[in-house]
């Protein structure tokens, strides 16, 4: 017996929309998935290979969302970032059993935002009422989970999941590092924004600013008044061996750039940026956190090699544990791993 429709609500992202529905078209093919799109993007952007509407204003179409809802047998929702979507929720709240949230980080750590004006309190207000109600939370973080039990009540049903091909891990052809390169890359952060805390580990940098090395600083996306202002101190304490990275860069251009570094430095105060971690520790490379944000018990639980933000040096990677990380990175992000993780959830 053929079951119902699942319906997928998702804000407009594109490097995360498009493969996903590639995903679901290449494995789940049945007829079931419809998409609800919204935000700066049209119709014609959508495949034609996928049920999918475009709502660029979801407060406009408050009809036809609800009607999708109630219809749906399953509501996933990509990302709570959407007030609007928070109100229609919180105003039917008996569709809340059988949605199931897909924490993107953001949505989540809003609860910590540094200026708690009365939007903030408006908006936590009505993230309260739903993320409590809620029947199913997914992620493949736990500790995500386990912050949306301590700072919102939630009580729904844990399914671990990769959720998205960006954190799968992918095997690329990438060019070598020719032997007489000596120079040691870095990789700060990966966007502009705040929570990456760059000019803290520019700080602790300053010990090794006399040494051989570069220091790349994804600041293509995010804020650029905080953006401008990591580039100067940069430029101030490290010179031109301070590297930013302004322009946006091909999927297949950043990961050769990728490949070239040594070191990567994510001094996040939250879960963020994981698809570049998973890539970075399958291509072999020292990778650095805060050991106080979830990811850093995902991989101490999965029994990859991390370090602590709090203890930096410069030396480079044991070949043991280089070996291992990348054993275990290809084990536990794989194809495979997510189709099986996302078929236990559209059948359960």
């Given at each position: 017996?053929?079951?119902?429709?699942?319906?997928?609500?998702?804000?407009?992202?594109?490097?995360?929309?498009?493969?996903?529905?590639?995903?679901?078209?290449?494995?789940?093919?049945?007829?079931?998935?419809?998409?609800?799109?919204?935000?700066?993007?049209?119709?014609?952007?959508?495949?034609?290979?996928?049920?999918?509407?475009?709502?660029?204003?979801?407060?406009?179409?408050?009809?036809?969302?609800?009607?999708?809802?109630?219809?749906?047998?399953?509501?996933?929702?990509?990302?709570?970032?959407?007030?609007?979507?928070?109100?229609?929720?919180?105003?039917?709240?008996?569709?809340?059993?059988?949605?199931?949230?897909?924490?993107?980080?953001?949505?989540?750590?809003?609860?910590?935002?540094?200026?708690?004006?009365?939007?903030?309190?408006?908006?936590?207000?009505?993230?309260?009422?739903?993320?409590?109600?809620?029947?199913?939370?997914?992620?493949?973080?736990?500790?995500?989970?386990?912050?949306?039990?301590?700072?919102?009540?939630?009580?729904?049903?844990?399914?671990?999941?990769?959720?998205?091909?960006?954190?799968?891990?992918?095997?690329?052809?990438?060019?070598?590092?020719?032997?007489?390169?000596?120079?040691?890359?870095?990789?700060?952060?990966?966007?502009?924004?705040?929570?990456?805390?760059?000019?803290?580990?520019?700080?602790?940098?300053?010990p090794f600013r006399d040494q051989n090395i570069a220091i790349y600083t994804p600041l293509s996306y995010g804020k650029k008044d905080y953006a401008a202002k990591v580039i100067a101190t940069g430029h101030q304490l490290f010179g031109d061996k301070f590297?930013?990275?302004?322009?946006?860069?091909?999927?297949?251009?950043?990961?050769?750039?990728?490949?070239?570094?040594?070191?990567?430095?994510?001094?996040?105060?939250?879960?963020?940026?994981?698809?570049?971690?998973?890539?970075?520790?399958?291509?072999?490379?020292?990778?650095?956190?805060?050991?106080?944000?979830?990811?850093?018990?995902?991989?101490?639980?999965?029994?990859?090699?991390?370090?602590?933000?709090?203890?930096?040096?410069?030396?480079?990677?044991?070949?043991?544990?280089?070996?291992?990380?990348?054993?275990?990175?290809?084990?536990?992000?794989?194809?495979?791993?997510?189709?099986?993780?996302?078929?236990?959830?559209?059948?359960?």
């Amino acid at each position: 017996m053929k079951q119902g429709k699942i319906l997928h609500i998702v804000g407009w992202d594109k490097k995360f929309v498009l493969p996903f529905m590639s995903l679901i078209h290449k494995h789940f093919d049945d007829g079931r998935h419809q998409f609800i799109v919204y935000g700066l993007v049209e119709q014609h952007e959508m495949p034609a290979t996928v049920d999918a509407v475009v709502y660029r204003r979801l407060q406009k179409h408050i009809y036809g969302l609800s009607k999708a809802m109630y219809q749906a047998e399953k509501i996933i929702i990509h990302g709570l970032s959407s007030s609007h979507l928070r109100y229609i929720l919180s105003l039917q709240p008996w569709l809340l059993k059988k949605c199931y949230w897909v924490i993107w980080g953001g949505d989540l750590y809003a609860h910590l935002a540094p200026n708690q004006n009365s939007k903030w309190k408006k908006d936590e207000f009505f993230r309260h009422r739903v993320i409590k109600r809620l029947g199913h939370l997914i992620t493949y973080v736990e500790g995500d989970v386990e912050l949306a039990r301590q700072w919102y009540g939630a009580i729904g049903q844990y399914h671990e999941c990769l959720m998205y091909p960006s954190n799968i891990y992918q095997e690329h052809l990438l060019p070598a590092r020719p032997d007489t390169d000596r120079c040691i890359n870095l990789l700060l952060g990966n966007s502009a924004y705040p929570s990456n805390n760059h000019l803290e580990i520019l700080e602790r940098l300053l010990p090794f600013r006399d040494q051989n090395i570069a220091i790349y600083t994804p600041l293509s996306y995010g804020k650029k008044d905080y953006a401008a202002k990591v580039i100067a101190t940069g430029h101030q304490l490290f010179g031109d061996k301070f590297k930013p990275l302004t322009e946006f860069m091909p999927l297949e251009q950043y990961l050769a750039l990728l490949s070239t570094i040594d070191i990567a430095i994510f001094n996040h105060n939250r879960q963020q940026g994981m698809g570049n971690l998973i890539n970075l520790l399958g291509l072999g490379k020292k990778v650095y956190l805060r050991s106080d944000v979830t990811p850093w018990k995902l991989f101490e639980r999965l029994g990859i090699q991390i370090y602590d933000t709090a203890r930096l040096d410069l030396s480079p990677i044991a070949p043991a544990i280089r070996d291992r990380n990348q054993t275990l990175i290809r084990q536990h992000f794989s194809e495979e791993r997510l189709v099986a993780q996302l078929k236990a959830i559209f059948e359960s």
